[in-house]
């Protein structure tokens, strides 16, 4: 079982930027590739980012590719979206999700074993 606890979210202006992080219980984390999911308003959940279990692959939406960086601390249980140069369409609820898997990483939601709350992120005009 692993529990994940997002935080860093809230309200960033556009073009500044905002750093999320999700930690992890237990003393499996290394075991998991990790990913990055979001929901807008009135919208379905979608893939944002995801890194291999070592961090040495990761994986974006076309939409935050070149803004969005996901990286990993495997001695913190720890995984991090650093969003920059945000914009009003990146508003929406972020979660983080752990998938069991050694043969590869997810983009698909139906992949991943554990979730985390959820992080609200509004970006401002």
């Known amino acids: 079982q692993v529990q994940l606890v997002e935080s860093g979210g809230g309200l960033v202006q556009a073009g500044g930027s905002l750093r999320l992080g999700c930690a992890a219980s237990g003393r499996t984390f290394g075991s998991y590739a990790m990913g990055w999911f979001r929901q807008a308003p009135g919208k379905e959940r979608v893939f944002v980012a995801a890194i291999s279990r070592s961090g040495g692959n990761t994986y974006y939406a076309d939409s935050v590719k070149g803004r969005f960086t996901i990286s990993r601390d495997n001695a913190k249980n720890t995984v991090y979206l650093e969003m920059n140069n945000p914009r009003p369409e990146d508003t929406a609820v972020y979660y983080c999700?752990?998938?069991?898997?050694?043969?590869?990483?997810?983009?698909?939601?139906?992949?991943?074993?554990?979730w985390g709350q959820g992080a609200q992120v509004a970006v401002s005009t």
């Open positions: 999700a752990a998938q069991y898997s050694f043969h590869y990483v997810a983009r698909s939601e139906n992949e991943y074993n554990y």
